[in-house]
């Protein structure tokens, strides 16, 4: 998990912090979105976006992770936790594992489920 964004981190990638901020961006045009009311409307969209995603985000596995991270971590805070945005935190999670997205992305989507502590079981 985030194997890939520490990678890119220790070895001195410049352009770390701005593939963040372009994913960042495309999860807030994906919320504006008439598909984010609806579970079965985001997956289709995560699956329409994945390859955006990659293209923005510094290439197929970055991009990837990225677009998992942001889309759940989005919703996180260390002080709060998800407080009032657990529910949507849910529905990116749950929208990830209906979607056709790649198996990376939906294993992607598990772990930091787990680490954020959406799921049950929260093994890694």
């Given at each position: 998990?985030?194997?890939?964004?520490?990678?890119?981190?220790?070895?001195?990638?410049?352009n770390i912090v701005e593939y963040y901020?372009?994913?960042?961006?495309?999860?807030?045009?994906?919320?504006?979105?008439?598909?984010f009311n609806d579970v079965n409307s985001?997956?289709?969209?995560?699956?329409?976006?994945?390859?955006?995603?990659?293209?923005?985000?510094?290439?197929?596995?970055?991009?990837?992770?990225?677009?998992?991270?942001?889309?759940?971590?989005?919703?996180?805070?260390?002080?709060?936790?998800?407080?009032?945005?657990?529910?949507?935190?849910?529905?990116?999670?749950?929208?990830?594992?209906?979607s056709y997205c790649s198996i990376e992305?939906?294993?992607?989507?598990?772990?930091?489920?787990?680490?954020?502590?959406?799921?049950?079981?929260?093994?890694?």
């Open positions: 998990m985030a194997v890939n964004t520490l990678e890119a981190l220790i070895n001195g990638n410049a901020n372009n994913g960042t961006l495309l999860w807030q045009q994906i919320k504006e979105s008439v598909e985001l997956a289709q969209a995560l699956t329409m976006r994945q390859i955006q995603f990659e293209n923005q985000c510094g290439g197929r596995w970055l991009g990837q992770e990225i677009m998992v991270i942001t889309g759940i971590g989005q919703f996180y805070s260390s002080e709060i936790g998800f407080d009032a945005t657990y529910e949507d935190a849910l529905k990116v999670m749950n929208a990830f594992a209906q992305v939906k294993w992607q989507a598990e772990k930091v489920a787990k680490i954020f502590y959406l799921t049950k079981n929260n093994e890694l």
